[in-house]
Structure formats: structure tokens, C-alpha cells
Nanobody, 127 residues
Framework: HVQLVESGGESVQAGGSLRLSCEISLYIYSSYCMGWFREAPGKERAAVAAHYTGTATKYVADSVKGRFTISADNAKNTVYLQMNNLAPEDTAMYTC?????????????????????WGQGTQVTVS
């Protein structure tokens, strides 16, 4: 049974930082792609960052590059999203997801559909 559990979302002031965590139980796969997505009211879900556990390769969306960093602790089966210099436009529900096949090298509107397993999400509000 695959489970993804996010934590770390909260309300912060603009310019602040947050670190989101996603713990995954995916014992049937030796490696997989972990992605962070966000969905703001009235907008489509969009990929923010992804990390492939097999090679530790990372992908970050251009819209957050330089402010957001994805990392992983394989021993804890946990992926993190460090978000710095947050702005009101970063307000969204952040959700992690897993894809056993691999990570997309380019994020598009179809990227969410490539991920099989999803968490419940954690809300980030920046004011």
C-alpha cells in the first residue's frame, strides 16, 4: 500500500521560508521520481520540482528556480521542498506525488498526469 504524507505547510509573511516534507512508503520500488506540485485557486495544478531517487537528479520549475530547492533523505523515505523568499503568488495547496517510472525532464501541463501516487496536500499561505 503506497502512502504519501505531506507536512510543513502554514501561513507565513512574504519573504519568509518554509520547508515541506513528504514521507513516502513505496517499498515495492527500488527507485522512483518524487514530485512537488502546487495548485492555487482558479489555476491548474503545476509541477514545482522533482527528484529521482535512483540518481538524485533534480528538476526545478523555472518559476521558482533560485528560491525553491528539492532534496531527499532516502534513509527516511522523505523528500523535502525548501522554499525561500516566499511571495503571495506562492500561495497554494502543495502536494507531493510519486512516479515509479521516472522524472520528466521538462515540466508541462501534462506532467501531473504522469504521476501515479498522490498525497493529500499541505496548504501554504503567503501574505
Amino acid at each position: 500500500h503506497v502512502q504519501l504524507v505531506e507536512s510543513g505547510g502554514e501561513s507565513v509573511q512574504a519573504g519568509g521560508s518554509l520547508r515541506l516534507s513528504c514521507e513516502i512508503s513505496l517499498y515495492i520500488y527500488s527507485s522512483y521520481c518524487m514530485g512537488w506540485f502546487r495548485e492555487a485557486p482558479g489555476k491548474e495544478r503545476a509541477a514545482v520540482a522533482a527528484h529521482y531517487t535512483g540518481t538524485a537528479t533534480k528538476y526545478v520549475a523555472d518559476s521558482v528556480k533560485g528560491r525553491f530547492t528539492i532534496s531527499a533523505d532516502n534513509a527516511k523515505n522523505t523528500v523535502y521542498l525548501q522554499m525561500n523568499n516566499l511571495a503571495p503568488e506562492d500561495t497554494a495547496m502543495y502536494t507531493c506525488a510519486a512516479n515509479p517510472i521516472g522524472c520528466p525532464t521538462v515540466f508541462t501541463s501534462t506532467t501531473p498526469g504522469r504521476f501515479t501516487y498522490w498525497g493529500q496536500g499541505t496548504q501554504v499561505t503567503v501574505s
